[in-house]
């Protein structure tokens, strides 16, 4: 017999059935509190921010080395987390918990990534300015930029729709930065342990002398007039053309890598201009069936500040057998998109976007004629200021996030790592 704390007499029997179970639980702590010592899995870096993948496809390599390992693929939209940053590369950790080195270029940030898809919507709603075809695997960017993430491929002979034209200065691709320039302990490199520098106190300030009297003819140049008058270099510039994909997305393209899909008999009239722009209006009934009637905005005139400088209806003349010309006007500054107007009987007139000789900007109506397919202009009404599809992204991003709340994995983690230091103390 034992007597307890509360004066109450315990047999030694009582207290041997309850030893085992105290000796199991007391094991049992023991073993949780040495668990996270001898683990040897190596701890998850912390993540300094996120990005998203800009490619359709991206590889991520273990080391910034030639050759290098592949750790992972990740795919266009991907979410990755940012472990570090060396020159242009970033250090990254995918969805799937590889590590690994990918261009700093080729990521998104959350906004960019956003204004993609608000890019894509806009582009299904605008009017199509006519299909076009490649002859060789073009690639679909994110911006109009050579460098910039090309997350679509048109294959040769694949079809795309043709939006806008935007013209672009040739400049460094500059992506949006998606880490911080200070360091992530807050402190700049190198500058533990150092004392700061005390300054002397700044000099009286000294009045500045008066200028001379013959300031004028001191400043004058003593180069020639013809090179004090020359223009100051131009910056080169690249079309783009932004295109509406299957499926909804839309995107930017070299321009002059893409050909209008307009039929070889019409398009050999083209006269070394361009093509911006085609519609099929009407069509015409033959013997062998019916040919269809083309409307077309074309430019003959390189870096010009508009889209077109002529319009054309091609009609087919049954007694020639041939297209010919049943509407052309020339010496225009338009700009597009071309409006269709359509009616019970097909096409009835079309409006474009104008500057006349005046300046001023107008939108003209041209009425077509049925069964000659003449046009005459029917009408001017002003028209506002042609807005760019660059213009309309956001003009402020909304604020970061806040950061989410710890799972119970990472409860487990913390708490693991606070008994381990505890123990190693």
């Known amino acids: 017999m034992r007597r307890t704390g509360g004066g109450a007499l315990v047999s030694w029997e009582e ?18 509190a040495l668990l996270p010592a001898c683990s040897t899995a190596p701890e998850r870096a912390p993540a300094l921010g996120e990005g998203f ?17 592949l750790a992972d693929t990740v795919k266009h939209g991907e979410r990755v987390e940012i472990l570090g940053k060396r020159r242009s590369f970033y250090r990254i950790r995918t969805e799937r918990g590889r590590e690994g080195w990918v261009d700093a270029r080729q990521l998104l940030s959350a906004e960019e990534l956003e204004d993609l898809r608000r890019l894509g919507e806009r582009a299904a709603q605008a009017p199509s300015q006519g299909e076009a075809t490649v002859m060789d695997v073009l690639n679909v960017h994110s911006s109009p930029h050579r460098q910039a993430p090309s997350f679509r491929q048109i294959e040769r002979g694949e079809r795309v729709e043709v939006i806008a034209y935007e013209r672009v200065p040739r400049k460094p691709y500059a992506p949006q ?38 300031l004028l003819e001191l400043s004058r140049t003593s180069l020639p007039r013809e090179e004090a008058s020359a223009p100051a270099p131009s910056v080169p510039t690249d079309d783009w053309a932004l295109v509406r994909l299957r499926g909804g997305a839309a995107g930017w393209v070299l321009a002059r890598m893409l050909f209008l899909a307009v039929p070889d008999e019409v398009a050999q009239y083209a006269e070394r201009a361009r093509i911006m722009a085609y519609f099929p209006v009407g069509a015409v009934a033959t013997r062998s069936g019916e040919k269809t009637v083309w409307l077309w905005a074309a430019q003959s005139q390189r870096n010009a500040p508009y889209d077109f400088d002529s319009l054309r209806i091609f009609v087919w003349s049954t007694r020639r057998n041939r ?34 000789k005046n300046g001023e900007r107008v939108t003209r109506t041209y009425r077509i004629q049925p069964g000659t397919f003449r046009a005459k202009l029917a009408g001017r009404a002003p028209a506002g200021e042609r807005t760019s599809w660059l213009a309309e992204r956001r003009a402020h991003h909304p604020a970061a996030a806040a950061p989410a709340s710890p799972g119970w994995l990472e409860r487990i983690a913390g708490w693991a790592g606070a008994v381990r230091e505890r123990f190693s103390r």
């Open 323 to 356: 297209y010919e010309t049943a509407f052309i006007e020339r010496g225009l500054k338009g700009s597009l998109p071309l409006r269709l107007r359509k009616g019970a009987a097909g096409v009835e007139a079309f409006e474009a976007d104008v500057e006349e």
């Open 53 to 69: 993948v800009g490619p359709y496809e991206l590889k991520v390599r273990e080391a910034l080395v030639a050759r290098a390992k």
């Open 15 to 32: 207290a041997g059935h309850a030893l085992p179970g105290m000796r199991r639980r007391a094991g049992t702590i023991l073993l949780l």
């Open 177 to 214: 930065p998606l880490l911080g320039s200070a360091s992530p302990n807050g402190a700049a490199k190198g500058s533990k342990g150092k004392k700061q520098k005390v300054q002397a106190a700044p000099l009286a300030p000294v009045p500045a002398p008066a200028p001379p009297e013959n």
